[in-house]
């Protein structure tokens, strides 16, 4: 089954959005650039996918895509910062398993 970069997106983007702890989903052009855009109002977890290469095989007849996922919340500064953050950490490392098993696996999802 041929999938068009659109239907990519859109599957990632169900599989990401079906996560209980992420709440927000984008592909983006540049990570670094949407997360420093103030003017975006976003409830964090967030789950951005950005592209990373995409080659055509001619003997295969294929065109592979490879992405970079970012799962990114926010550190509570007022509280134990260091607790918070390997909170942060601990978590988003856990969401990025999920991830990767639905991703791999769809009936799982």
Same mark, same amino acid.
């Given at each position: 089954?041929? $999938? *068009?970069?659109? @239907? /990519? !997106? @859109?599957? /990632?983007?169900? /599989? &990401? $959005?079906?996560?209980? @702890?992420?709440?927000? =989903?984008?592909? +983006?052009?540049? &990570?670094?650039?949407?997360?420093?855009?103030?003017?975006?109002?976003? *409830?964090?977890? +967030?789950? $951005?996918?950005? @592209?990373? *290469?995409?080659? !055509?095989?001619?003997?295969?007849?294929?065109? #592979?895509?490879? =992405?970079? =996922?970012?799962?990114?919340?926010? +550190?509570?500064?007022?509280?134990? #910062? %260091?607790?918070?953050?390997?909170?942060? /950490?601990? %978590?988003?490392?856990?969401?990025?398993? %999920?991830? !990767?098993? =639905? $991703?791999?696996?769809? &009936?799982?999802?």
């Amino acid at each position: 089954m041929h $999938l *068009t970069l659109n @239907q /990519i !997106i @859109q599957r /990632i983007s169900a /599989i &990401a $959005l079906a996560h209980r @702890q992420i709440k927000t =989903f984008a592909y +983006v052009s540049s &990570a670094v650039e949407w997360v420093h855009d103030e003017s975006k109002k976003v *409830t964090y977890p +967030v789950c $951005l996918v950005e @592209q990373s *290469t995409a080659n !055509i095989s001619t003997t295969g007849r294929t065109l #592979t895509h490879s =992405f970079r =996922f970012y799962l990114l919340d926010l +550190v509570n500064r007022a509280n134990n #910062t %260091d607790t918070n953050e390997t909170e942060v /950490i601990s %978590d988003m490392g856990s969401v990025s398993g %999920d991830l !990767i098993a =639905f $991703l791999r696996d769809p &009936a799982v999802y």
